[in-house]
């Protein structure tokens, strides 16, 4: 197909959306080792986890044997209020950058959460509700998390608890106030209604929190409420699965017009839209049907897949969490202060870790003065305002179609749009101000945290 018949927006019908999720981990030859019990450092039993996360989640959790499931009916016909999302060509950057590479990015900003996370937070309700769980919690960090699962709550109708990071509730009140106006209760964390907070406040009095801090609170709240349930906007196999939907719309929409992307790019907190993303092209890459290069990108300020350990760790700060391995700087490493563009969990998703230890993808790091250059050169000439998550894709996408200018090279990337960023004007101010500053945490600075992965035999 000629180049010209590309449009500038390849949107796909209602039907192309798709029925399947795509099971990575059925895909993947050597599956992630499992969840294990931090007290018999077994593999966490269906039973175990199920007293924590919904039934159906589970399922999805420890299937490694079916390489498409099912979405059910109900949750495509949400989806159907928002997707399928854009395919953009990036015309009018690439003629900005000058570049012979032909830029694409998936869009996933075009709800009111803002971001991919409605995917997840949509079947996650669905399956509460069909359990007939009354609640759920969760935890929320830069906030477009709670924001989605309030939607989803308030479409099934659940009752839902959201603890927010507290510097974040403070740097983003109207984050707050979306959640509220869809019925969710929001809970500056560390507070004082659980036992986990509690010790974090007497322990860091004055602490702005941590994701790892409120993800606690979120789970002891659920396992100390009658009929509710904890569930997680990123990092655990479930939650990539559901993100499958923005890997197979684009192999859908890419197929239709012959294009094959050389590169995919996306940034990497948990690893949820990044494994969503690269997931049908993965699957294809492990059956030595493509050659693509997929590049992880984070921040440098919490490196986590290239500088963090491969170790068995907890998921969260109190250490009651089932133990991952997965790359981690330690549960109780903290960002420095003046880290604002988001991905900031210590941790990432088991699945993403595997293929980054098996040498399937690479990783990136960037730091945030450069990140937010590119999010306004970004702004400015695609029009998007994208979220700083976002961005650090977006500041590689730059990176290698300037690369492909020095060496003439037309390749194709694909890149993450995940967000948009109008919740995050803290962080555009200081980068207006010129106040931004960058921080590279040291080896030292990370001793710290890796003194908070658990000494146990596997780690050694
Ligand atoms: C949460 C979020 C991310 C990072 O989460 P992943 O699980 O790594 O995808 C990236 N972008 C946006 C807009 C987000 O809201």
């Known amino acids: 197909m000629s180049e010209k018949t590309i449009p500038y927006k390849i949107y796909l019908s209602e039907n192309e959306i798709p029925k399947y999720w795509y099971n990575l981990n059925a895909a993947m030859k050597e599956k992630h080792d499992p969840f294990l019990n931090p007290a018999t450092l077994k593999p966490c039993t269906k039973e175990e986890l199920c007293q924590v996360f919904c039934k159906e989640c589970v399922d999805q959790e420890l299937d490694t044997t079916n390489l498409y499931i099912e979405i059910p009916q109900e949750i495509r016909d949400f989806y159907r209020m928002y997707r399928p999302s854009p395919l953009v060509r990036a015309y009018c950057l690439e003629k900005a950058l000058g570049t012979p590479a ?41 906030g477009q998390w709670g924001t989605a699962l309030s939607m989803a709550s308030a479409y099934f109708g659940l009752d839902l608890t959201v603890f927010m990071v507290k510097v974040s509730s403070e740097q983003k009140p109207h984050r707050r106030e979306v959640m509220r106006t869809y019925g969710a209760k929001v809970i500056a964390s560390p507070s004082e209604t659980t036992e986990a907070g509690r010790k974090i406040l007497r322990e860091f009095p004055g602490t702005g929190g941590s994701l790892g801090c409120a993800i606690s609170e979120a789970v002891e709240k659920a396992m100390t409420t009658d009929s509710c349930r904890y569930v997680l906007g990123s990092v655990l196999d479930h939650v990539l699965l559901h993100q499958t939907v923005i890997g197979q719309e684009c192999k859908v929409a890419m197929e239709k017009y012959g294009i094959e992307p050389d590169m995919i790019i996306g940034c990497c907190g948990g690893g949820s839209n990044f494994g969503g993303l690269i997931a049908p092209f993965m699957g294809d890459k492990i059956a030595g049907k493509n050659n693509i290069d997929f590049i992880g990108v984070e921040p440098a300020s919490c490196p986590s897949l290239t500088r963090g350990k491969y170790a068995y760790d907890f998921c969260d700060s109190a250490k009651i969490t089932p133990l991952a391995r997965m790359y981690t700087l330690g549960c109780d490493f903290m960002p420095a202060p003046n880290h604002a563009g988001g991905l900031r969990y210590h941790g990432m998703s088991p699945v993403v870790s595997k293929l980054y230890h098996d040498g399937l993808i690479r990783a990136k790091t960037v730091e945030q003065t450069k990140v937010f250059e590119a999010a306004e050169q970004f702004a400015r000439i695609e029009g998007i305002l994208p979220a700083p998550e976002s961005s650090h894709a977006i500041r590689v996408a730059i990176d290698e179609a300037l690369k492909c200018k020095e060496t003439g090279e037309a390749k194709t990337i694909l890149f993450g749009l995940t967000g948009t960023g109008y919740f995050d004007m803290t962080s555009y101010k200081q980068f207006n101000d010129g106040t931004m500053t960058d921080f590279i945490p040291t080896d030292d600075d990370l001793k710290q945290g890796f003194e908070s992965i658990p000494d146990i035999a596997v780690n050694k």
């Open 102 to 142: 032909k830029i694409y990015y998936k869009f996933e900003g075009n709800n009111t959460s803002g971001s991919h996370k409605l995917n997840s937070a949509v079947a996650q309700a669905y399956y509460a509700k069909k359990q007939g769980l009354k609640s759920i919690t969760t935890e929320t960090g830069a």
